[in-house]
């Protein structure tokens, strides 16, 4: 049966795959070849869509003024100027034919912090549980609704300064992702001042409980992970990545070092977590033993131990989470330059570019169907198929820029590009 319901950040489990789906290797949105639908939304953001049943939900940030996002692989850390008044709206639209069901205002006001200029202030993707859909604007707030629009509750955590470590003034704006976890909601939010993870109360939005974490400001969204029926929260860092007990917030190992700007999401596949990151000296993948516990020292490079089935310390990506599809690991960096691992042992099988070089990729992968599909910021989506060989089965062009994370379900992909919601279905 085709996967229906994509509730988070790279749909269940952070997984990035749909089981059962069936998905077009070609199409043309310009010639509404296999195109569901293309509806405009107002602004930017670049949260994934989500998806329960037939509605799909996502978020995006309206400014009179700045409506622009400038792309590409370069390295200006300056934020957007753009002190004029925003409104942060939630969409939620038909998964057929893109017709908007409702639209919510979360909130109106000047940012409280600014935006990267490749970024926006609707870059977190939402969360669902099937009763309740979680919208999360970093300084703005957590917002939680029904599924017909009906604001249940709001969270203010005050000031989240995601920005650079190294230079205060350097204001990316918030990224990190909501995730429901079993009878909890679990958010990372590491900043500038008071680093810290969350479960809240899915029903009030009050704390369960709150863990301090030491790390600089990071990107990442935590994943759940249960083995022997003992679920843990998982956190990419720099000085702390980490596993943490679900119940109470207790930590249950932890890795220091790595990239120093950390974004992936952490992935589980093969018996493994897998954690990549960069930025700095130092660009890793490494492949962590669940049951791992205390203070992880790194074995000599390629090399496994008692709490780590392998790892290296370049190759990893800076902006894209991986894929483990089958016995395979997919890597991709910012250069679209993709790295397949066996996911077992850590043996490269290639390593092949994607594109020209001179675009950025900062979207995440998603697999169905044998294929896997990667997104460059300019709007090309590279369908490649899936196995330890290289194979570019199409490349097709959504005619504009892309910077979320596709959803998938039941036979079709939903793109949030930078002015549309767009379906794709053969």
Known sequence: MATIHWPQFRGPGA????????????????????????????????????IWGDKVFVTTAVSPKNNNLKVGLYGDIEPVADDSEHQWQVHCLHKRTGKILWQQTACKGVPKIARHPKSTQA????????????????????????????????????????????????????????????????VQCDVQKGSF?????????????????????????????????????????????????????????????????????????????????????????????????????????????????????????YMQTPLVVGEHLYVCNDAGILSCYDATSGQRLYQERMGTGRTGFTASAVSADGKLYYTSEEGEIFVVQAGPKFKLLAQNPMGEVCMATPAISENALYFHTQGHLVGIAG
């Open 15 to 50: 997984s990035g795959i749909a089981e059962g789906s069936k998905l077009p290797t070609v199409w043309n949105v310009e010639e509404k070849k296999n195109v569901l639908f293309k509806t405009p939304l107002p602004g930017l953001g670049h949260s994934s869509p989500i």
């Open 123 to 186: 870059s977190a993707t939402m969360a669902t549980d099937g009763k309740r859909v979680l919208a999360f604007f970093g300084s703005e707030g957590l917002y939680c609704y029904d599924l017909a629009g009906k604001l249940l509750w709001k969270r203010d955590f005050g000031i989240l300064d995601s920005g650079y470590y190294m230079v205060a003034t350097a204001q990316w704006g918030w990224a990190s992702s909501p995730i429901f976890a079993g009878d909890k909601i679990i």
């Open 197 to 317: 993870l969350a479960a809240l109360d899915p029903a009030t939005g009050k704390d369960v409980w709150r863990t301090p974490r030491n790390d600089v400001p990071t990107w990442s969204t935590p994943t759940l992970c249960t083995v022997g029926g003992k679920p843990q929260i998982v956190c990419n860092g720099w000085k702390h990545i980490g596993g943490y007990d679900l119940k109470t917030g207790k930590s249950l190992w932890k890795l220091t070092g790595g990239g120093d700007i950390p974004v992936p999401t952490p992935i589980v596949g093969q018996g493994l977590i897998f954690i990549t990151n960069a930025h700095g000296r130092q660009a890793p993948i490494y492949a962590i033993r669940p049951s791992a516990t205390g203070e992880l020292i790194l074995p000599p490079e390629g090399m496994g131990s008692l709490h780590f089935g392998w790892g290296v310390l370049r190759g990893g990506a």
